[in-house]
């Protein structure tokens, strides 16, 4: 029927791809080029300079833009590039409430580097709604949220937590780089602003670094664009090039992700040497409720305590063998971290077990693997790191 809307697995293979039109190629071209030769002084066809405007790197926010229902899309060159340019985009003076379950690189931005430039940040549990409205201050302009959080896995309610911001005049963006659009799209909920780091689960095959920003409001993109010129954060064409391969098999990977996922903590819960399983795929969960309501599956990322001290932890993680011990999540592979002396090693013990992110807590990013590997994999790490402990 014409002009009706794509769905996601279409959009996630055409949105913002055309054949080149000099040779046909189907794949979008990696284009080479820092500049473009132009007919006259401001006389070109589109572009002039490639930090400011890049063909490969233009069918990219194409692409993502449309996987998250949104009209505009703006790359950079890491997560915590797009990150720190919507943080730009404030002024001194101007107050974020943001949760305080987030990952330990946009708590080190936010603390180290941008409140010394006049800006003010407040970190509260943004699942407790009136804890968030409590932050709230005159000048408050940001509430940052991320849902499922990094790396407890809470989940905020996006459209009521929308609602009260706005009835403040606050603006709302959600970090969404751990459902991916996939499974949620914050924009549809009332989000202004939407954020990731596309390394993770839509470049999917741990070989890019990237991040992008996705918005529906104009005053927003305008801002936004001005600053990824100014500051000039963008993407490579390799880089882009990339990212559109990893987008187009989003939807299938995701829906292996999602399944294997919950295998593994559905096996963790039941498991006699794991303490607690963070999971919002589980009945249990706080947040399950909700998750259902706002998702379209649970995602691939799981966090378990495993009974005994800090030292048992970190001899389990090292001795998977299909798990590979390693920084990072959402690619095909599986891989397992110790969030507090990894990911998040930069936030302070006491501001991380205020989120619950004890000094044991393992993180997972549940691959694509064959998930009877993955079970066998974790049992034999367990069941080794308590036989050598028993030593």
């Given at each position: 029927?014409?002009?009706?809307?794509?769905?996601?697995?279409?959009?996630?293979?055409?949105?913002?791809?055309?054949?080149?039109?000099?040779?046909?190629?189907?794949?979008?071209?990696?284009?080479?080029?820092?500049?473009?030769?132009?007919?006259?002084?401001?006389?070109?066809?589109?572009?002039?300079?490639?930090?400011?405007?890049?063909?490969?790197?233009?069918?990219?926010?194409?692409?993502?833009?449309?996987?998250?229902?949104?009209?505009?899309?703006?790359?950079?060159?890491?997560?915590?590039?797009?990150?720190?340019?919507?943080?730009?985009?404030?002024?001194?003076?101007?107050?974020?409430?943001?949760?305080?379950?987030?990952?330990?690189?946009?708590?080190?931005?936010?603390?180290?580097?941008?409140?010394?430039?006049?800006?003010?940040?407040?970190?509260?549990?943004?699942?407790?709604?009136?804890?968030?409205?409590?932050?709230?201050?005159?000048?408050?302009?940001?509430?940052?949220?991320?849902?499922?959080?990094?790396?407890?896995?809470?989940?905020?309610?996006?459209?009521?937590?929308?609602?009260?911001?706005?009835?403040?005049?606050?603006?709302?963006?959600?970090?969404?780089?751990?459902?991916?659009?996939?499974?949620?799209?914050?924009?549809?909920?009332?989000?202004?602003?939407?954020?990731?780091?596309?390394?993770?689960?839509?470049?999917?095959?741990?070989?890019?670094?990237?991040?992008?920003?996705?918005?529906?409001?104009?005053?927003?993109?305008?801002?936004?664009?001005?600053?990824?010129?100014?500051?000039?954060?963008?993407?490579?064409?390799?880089d882009c090039f990339l990212l559109?391969?990893?987008?187009?098999?989003?939807?299938?990977?995701?829906?292996?992700?999602?399944?294997?996922?919950?295998?593994?903590?559905?096996?963790?819960?039941?498991?006699?040497?794991?303490?607690?399983?963070?999971?919002?795929?589980?009945?249990?969960?706080?947040?399950?409720?909700?998750?259902?309501?706002?998702?379209?599956?649970?995602?691939?990322?799981?966090?378990?305590?495993?009974?005994?001290?800090?030292?048992?932890?970190?001899?389990?993680?090292?001795?998977?063998?299909?798990?590979?011990?390693?920084?990072?999540?959402?690619?095909?592979?599986?891989?397992?971290?110790?969030?507090?002396?990894?990911?998040?090693?930069?936030?302070?013990?006491?501001?991380?077990?205020?989120?619950?992110?004890?000094?044991?807590?393992?993180?997972?990013?549940?691959?694509?693997?064959?998930?009877?590997?993955l079970i066998d994999d974790l049992?034999?790490?367990?069941?080794?790191?308590?036989?050598?402990?028993?030593?």
């Amino acid at each position: 029927m014409p002009g009706k809307e794509q769905r996601l697995a279409t959009l996630a293979v055409h949105a913002g791809q055309r054949p080149d039109p000099v040779t046909g190629a189907i794949m979008t071209p990696v284009y080479f080029t820092s500049t473009y030769v132009q007919d006259g002084p401001g006389k070109h066809k589109g572009f002039d300079y490639a930090r400011t405007v890049h063909p490969t790197r233009l069918a990219l926010e194409a692409n993502l833009a449309a996987l998250e229902g949104g009209r505009f899309g703006l790359c950079f060159s890491s997560g915590m590039a797009a990150i720190s340019t919507v943080i730009e985009a404030l002024d001194s003076g101007d107050h974020v409430v943001s949760c305080h379950d987030l990952y330990g690189g946009t708590y080190r931005v936010f603390t180290k580097v941008f409140q010394r430039f006049g800006l003010a940040f407040s970190f509260v549990d943004a699942s407790d709604l009136s804890a968030v409205e409590a932050a709230l201050t005159a000048k408050t302009k940001l509430l940052w949220v991320e849902t499922p959080s990094n790396p407890m896995l809470k989940i905020t309610d996006i459209r009521a937590l929308c609602d009260l911001a706005h009835a403040r005049g606050v603006q709302v963006c959600v970090d969404n780089t751990f459902a991916s659009p996939a499974l949620q799209r914050p924009l549809e909920l009332g989000a202004d602003v939407v954020v990731h780091s596309t390394t993770k689960y839509l470049g999917g095959h741990s070989d890019v670094i990237g991040g992008c920003v996705v918005t529906n409001d104009q005053a927003w993109f305008d801002k936004l664009k001005f600053l990824q010129n100014s500051v000039g954060a963008v993407p490579g064409p390799m880089d882009c090039f990339l990212l559109l391969r990893g987008t187009k098999t989003l939807p299938l990977r995701m829906e292996r992700h999602c399944e294997n996922a919950m295998t593994v903590a559905k096996h963790l819960l039941g498991h006699p040497e794991v303490a607690r399983v963070h999971y919002p795929g589980l009945a249990h969960h706080p947040g399950h409720e909700i998750a259902k309501r706002q998702m379209r599956g649970f995602g691939g990322m799981i966090s378990f305590e495993l009974k005994g001290d800090l030292e048992r932890a970190k001899r389990m993680i090292s001795m998977t063998k299909v798990f590979s011990l390693a920084e990072s999540l959402g690619g095909v592979e599986s891989l397992i971290g110790h969030p507090p002396t990894m990911t998040h090693g930069s936030i302070p013990r006491e501001e991380r077990l205020k989120s619950g992110l004890v000094d044991g807590l393992i993180r997972l990013s549940v691959g694509i693997e064959d998930v009877e590997d993955l079970i066998d994999d974790l049992d034999q790490a367990i069941n080794r790191s308590l036989a050598v402990a028993s030593l």
